[in-house]
């Protein structure tokens, strides 16, 4: 049988189907192949580095961003005033936490029903605190109690004699108090202050009350 034959992939001329080398234009048809095996090796090669450089730096932002996360676990780290301890913000208020005492009486009208009730006493002095709808106010609105399991305690409709109120630039409100109900019996509170100045900046601080 003869052999099978083959067309140049140059010049197209006949050639036996084993050569490798055409008979008339003397072309290696080998050639071809082995560049483009070449090329493919070269693309792989270039994609193997810059896989490699992607994941390099990928490492280098997940270190550095290491040092952002532990700066902003210093904010715990933040005084923690004590009873009769002034917290101020220059230019805007002074407040204090007078007393926690924890009282028996209870709502017979309130479907709350609290383990324990505080009535936190507290002052307030305006420093400097200016606002085009009211003066400076510290309710319950800026304050929010803890007992000592951690757990948030809610307004409760006791007995309080002594309100928060509005009050201009050097004046301060004396004695205002705050009824709160707790999940849990506790021997001290911890008082979560916040609000914002006159700037518009958020202003906090945070207090711990033995409770009477």
């Known amino acids: 049988?003869?052999?099978?034959?083959?067309?140049?992939?140059?010049?197209?001329?006949?050639?036996?189907?084993?050569?490798?080398?055409c008979p008339v234009c003397h072309?290696?048809?080998q050639g071809g192949a082995k560049k483009m095996i070449l090329l493919v090796a070269l693309g792989l090669a270039v994609l193997l580095v810059l896989g490699s450089c992607m994941m390099n730096s990928g490492k280098k932002n997940d270190t550095t961003s290491k040092p952002a996360a532990t700066?902003?676990?210093h904010t715990s780290s933040e005084k923690i005033y004590g009873l009769g301890e002034s917290w101020t913000v220059d230019g805007q208020w002074t407040?204090?936490?007078?007393?926690?005492?924890?009282?028996?009486?209870?709502?017979?009208?309130?479907?709350?029903?609290?383990?324990?009730?505080?009535?936190?006493?507290?002052?307030y002095e305006n420093l400097g605190?200016?606002?085009?709808?009211?003066?400076?106010?510290?309710?319950?609105?800026?304050?929010?109690?803890?007992?000592?399991?951690?757990?948030?305690?809610?307004?409760?409709?006791?007995?309080?004699?002594?309100?928060?109120?509005?009050?201009?630039?050097?004046?301060?409100?004396?004695?205002a108090q705050l009824c709160v109900g707790l999940d849990n019996p506790s021997s001290a509170i911890t008082v979560h202050a916040e609000m914002y100045d006159s700037n518009g900046k958020k202003q906090r601080a945070i207090f711990n009350i033995p409770v009477e």
Do not use: F, W
Not at 145 to 173: E, F, R
């Open 95 to 123: 407040l204090r936490m007078d007393g926690a005492t924890a009282t028996d009486e209870r709502n017979p009208y309130s479907d709350k029903t609290p383990a324990q009730v505080v009535i936190l006493s507290y002052t």
């Open 1 to 21: 049988m003869d052999n099978q034959t083959k067309k140049c992939r140059y010049c197209h001329s006949e050639m036996d189907g084993n050569a490798r080398v």
């Open 129 to 175: 605190y200016t606002n085009e709808i009211q003066d400076l106010m510290i309710s319950d609105l800026a304050l929010q109690v803890l007992d000592d399991g951690k757990a948030v305690g809610n307004s409760y409709p006791g007995s309080i004699t002594t309100y928060a109120q509005p009050v201009p630039v050097g004046a301060a409100c004396n004695g």
């Open 27 to 29: 072309r290696e048809q």
């Open 71 to 73: 700066s902003s676990a």
